[in-house]
């Protein structure tokens, strides 16, 4: 089992609408939660952290957490076109060590 | 202010030979990472720096590799010799170092392209 999960996609949403982007993880211990956006040929850049149950919320993005379910999503409402990337989930792994999903790459359609 | 830079930002090789990836990270940012995404796989985490000294290479795939950051600047990662499993796209990310990991903003620089032929 992959220690990180996520659905490849790719997810395609109209402008405007909320995209939902899904997360699982196999260690219990994990304590720090990321969302990474990253464009095509370009870095990963950090653009959500959550690290307690329930909501947080930061602009358009909503991250979500629930540690009884190892289970963390991302909400982007109002998408834009301009929020078609892969996002990456990754998880703290004990130290400063973390684990990378795969990916979920998204495509808004104007 | 500048961001994490890498150098060089592509590089083609044949199995057998050696390189040298370089990464300067952000100025005064005690953390530095490695981390290593082969094609169609996730981004995979190789070891951690604190200044000069390694905190965790728990993720370094042999002893083919070797990583120094030798006055707790800039870093390098040496593949020797390169294996064509060794291809793919080499990221360092720098961060401040934060008493917890999960307030520890890690930047990425753009990455190094690694061929091995």
């Known amino acids: 089992q992959k220690e990180v999960e996520q659905n490849s996609g790719p997810l395609s949403v109209p402008e405007g609408a909320i995209a939902s982007l899904n997360c699982t993880y196999s260690?219990?211990?994990?304590?720090?939660f990321f969302w990474y956006r990253q464009y095509s040929g370009k870095s990963p850049e950090l653009i959500m952290s959550?690290?307690?149950?329930g909501d947080k919320e930061d602009g358009r993005f909503t991250a979500q957490l629930n540690k009884a379910s190892q289970y963390v999503s991302l909400l982007i409402r109002d998408s834009q076109p301009s929020d078609s990337a892969t996002y990456l989930c990754?998880?703290?792994?004990?130290?400063?060590?973390?684990?990378f999903g795969a990916g979920t790459r998204l495509f808004v359609k104007a | 202010e500048a961001g994490v830079t890498q150098f060089p930002s592509h590089s083609v090789i044949e199995k057998g030979q050696t390189v040298t990836l370089r990464c300067d990270p952000i100025?005064?940012?005690?953390?530095l990472y490695w981390y290593r995404r082969v094609m169609g796989k996730e981004i995979k985490f190789l070891l951690h720096?604190?200044?000069?000294?390694?905190?965790?290479e728990s993720g370094m795939p042999n002893n083919r590799f070797l990583a120094e950051r030798t006055g707790g600047t800039y870093s390098t990662l040496k593949v020797q010799p390169a294996e064509l499993e060794d291809s793919g796209v080499y990221f360092c990310?720098?961060?401040?170092?934060?008493?917890?990991?999960?307030?520890?903003?890690?930047?990425f620089g753009p990455g190094t392209r690694l061929t091995v032929l």
């Open positions: 260690d219990r211990v994990s304590q720090s």
């Open positions: 720096f604190v200044k000069e000294s390694k905190q965790d």
């Open positions: 959550i690290y307690s149950n």
């Open positions: 990754a998880v703290n792994a004990g130290g400063f060590k973390t684990i």
């Open positions: 100025s005064g940012h005690d953390n």
């Open positions: 990310a720098s961060s401040q170092g934060a008493a917890s990991p999960s307030t520890d903003t890690q930047y």
